[in-house]
């Protein structure tokens, strides 16, 4: 069947206009010339910090695995738990801000190391990725180091300050939440203390009021005592002050949390 004008014409310009949805679309996370000379003195040529969604890091002090999901972000440590928010933000941020000591050559970039380097750092970012990798240690500046860069279109590398460096010695103990019991009154349903000689169980009433076993109400001294003291404890050493608070909020008595009872007794 042959075509005539008009309809080869319609035919054409059907094409085209497919064509540039492919293009748009192969480009749209693409970085802008305008995001480019914007960034053109960080490390990172382009940066969403909104959209950076996992965050992989591979070093011999071990693999740290950051990813951001419905509830926030998890560590993965080795199973996922939730992550310090801020610990995390410090670091997208340090990412996103990092420069570089100077630029090095695209001739350079598998020089240095960087062929076989000894930590590795990806980021997803929307649909994008971002791989930096670290290389030898570079005699100047101080402290500081080789890293190439895999994406937004190219491989580059670059000599890095001791401050950016320092990114890839990050583990997953540095993103575990410090507080090891992370509710407070308002969240908490239900606690329960188990002891080799009894059990007291304090279940939340109306009006943020707890009750021993769910029926006689407890005293608010003890309760909010025990609460706070529990939220008190965290991961880091020194331990002799958790230790007493732990002991405290454990040494709570049924006794004690009854109205006009102290089963509660600080040790500060």
């Known amino acids: 069947m042959k075509l005539g004008r008009t309809e080869l014409m319609s035919v054409v310009l059907a094409g085209l206009a497919v064509a540039s949805v492919l293009g748009v679309l192969a480009t749209r996370h693409a970085p802008t010339s305008a995001e480019r000379d914007e960034r053109a003195k960080n490390l990172l040529p382009v940066w969403h910090e909104d959209e950076v969604s996992r965050i992989e890091l591979d070093a011999?002090?071990?693999?740290?695995?950051?990813?951001?999901g419905g509830t926030g972000w998890t560590v993965g440590a080795p199973e996922p738990e939730p992550a310090d928010a801020a610990?995390?933000?410090k670091l997208v941020g340090a990412l996103g801000f990092a420069t570089p000591a100077r630029k090095l050559e695209a001739a350079e970039a598998n020089a240095h190391g960087?062929?076989?380097?000894?930590?590795?750092?990806?980021v997803r970012m929307g649909e994008s990725a971002l791989t930096l990798a670290l290389g030898d240690a570079a005699p100047t500046p101080?402290?500081?180091a080789y890293v190439a860069l895999d994406g937004a279109g190219a491989?580059?590398?670059a000599v890095v300050p001791r401050e950016v460096v320092a990114l890839f010695t990050a583990r997953a103990d540095d993103f575990r939440e410090r507080a090891l019991v992370t509710l407070?009154?308002?969240?908490?349903?239900?606690l329960t203390i188990v002891r080799p000689t009894d059990t007291?169980?304090?279940v939340r009433g109306p009006a943020l009021a707890f009750r021993i076993d769910g029926t006689e109400r407890a005293s608010?001294?003890?309760?909010?005592?025990?609460?706070c003291a529990f939220a008190t404890i965290h991961r880091e050493e020194p331990i002799d002050g958790q230790r007493e608070r732990a002991e405290s909020a454990f040494g709570t008595r049924r006794e004690g949390c009854r109205q006009g009872g102290r089963g509660y007794v600080s040790r500060q």
Not at 60 to 68: C, I
Not at 220 to 227: D, L, S, V
């Open 184 to 190: 407070g009154a308002r969240e908490l349903e239900e």
């Open 114 to 122: 960087l062929a076989k380097p000894r930590a590795t750092l990806r």
């Open 200 to 202: 007291l169980r304090l």
């Open 220 to 227: 608010r001294q003890c309760t909010k005592g025990a609460i």
């Open 60 to 68: 011999s002090g071990g693999a740290l695995v950051l990813e951001k």
């Open 155 to 157: 491989r580059r590398a």
């Open 142 to 144: 101080s402290g500081g």
């Open 87 to 89: 610990t995390v933000q």
